[in-house]
């Protein structure tokens, strides 16, 4: 299994619920990552967990918290968004400090 | 600061012949240095990586080329495709491991 899966594909929120978007990797990497990425933008690093440890912040507001059960996977717990938080949101996972895979991304629309 | 840039938003090319896309990056403490290529609403995937040891990493279509003197990298593709038609990133590796992405240049293969 050489891939990162992501789910939900899309998902549609109000700016009161509380979702959360779900990650998986089985290819032994000890790296996690999630990413925020807008449209033709760069991915923006949100989060790392090496080692099922939360290593980087990248002081992401505190309406997204990441959360590593194990180490195969990776979840983002999502709770009163703003509209401007709408984008495709990208989990990435690496064996070491190198090539980082990224899973097909969450369409996330907050309305 | 923009350590890592794209200075071409877009790129056209006929079907067959040569795509070359370009990077430049600020930071001499970058040594690993990858593209990744992006269909709108998907994830990023990973296409070739160089170390800074090398000056040349090929892969099939691919070819990367680093430059360290003028800390320049850019990407052959060739024949292009209609299926290359997409968003191609460059990224570096930071000393901390995170990925810096260059701001990407879209290319547009005719057939």
């Known amino acids: 299994d050489t891939e990162v899966t992501q789910t939900p594909k899309h998902l549609v929120m109000g700016m009161t619920n509380k979702k959360s978007l779900k990650c998986e990797q089985h290819?032994?990497?000890?790296?996690m990552y999630w990413y925020k990425q807008k449209a033709k933008k760069p991915p923006e690093l949100m989060f790392v967990y090496s080692y099922e440890k939360l290593s980087i912040n990248e002081s992401v507001p505190s309406r997204f918290s990441p959360e590593c059960p194990n180490s195969s996977l990776l979840n983002l717990h999502l709770h009163a968004l703003q509209p401007e938080d709408s984008a495709l949101y990208l989990c990435?996972?690496?064996?070491?400090?190198?090539?980082?895979?990224f899973g097909p991304g969450t369409r996330l629309t907050v309305l | 600061d923009q350590q890592v840039k794209q200075n071409s938003p877009s790129l056209s090319v006929q079907e067959g012949r040569i795509s070359i896309l370009n990077c430049d990056y600020t930071n001499s403490m970058f040594d690993y240095f990858l593209w990744y290529k992006k269909y709108p609403a998907e994830g990023p995937t990973f296409l070739i990586s160089i170390s800074s040891i090398k000056d040349k990493n090929e892969d099939g279509r691919f070819t990367v080329f680093l430059n360290k003197s003028a800390k320049h990298l850019s990407l052959h593709i060739v024949p292009s495709q209609p299926g290359d038609s997409a968003v191609y990133f460059c990224?570096?590796?930071?000393?901390?491991?995170?990925?810096?992405f260059g701001q990407g240049t879209e290319l547009s293969v005719k057939p």
């Open positions: 990224a570096a590796v930071n000393q901390g491991g995170k990925l810096i």
């Open positions: 290819m032994g990497h000890r790296a």
């Open positions: 990435a996972s690496s064996h070491g400090s190198r090539e980082q895979f």
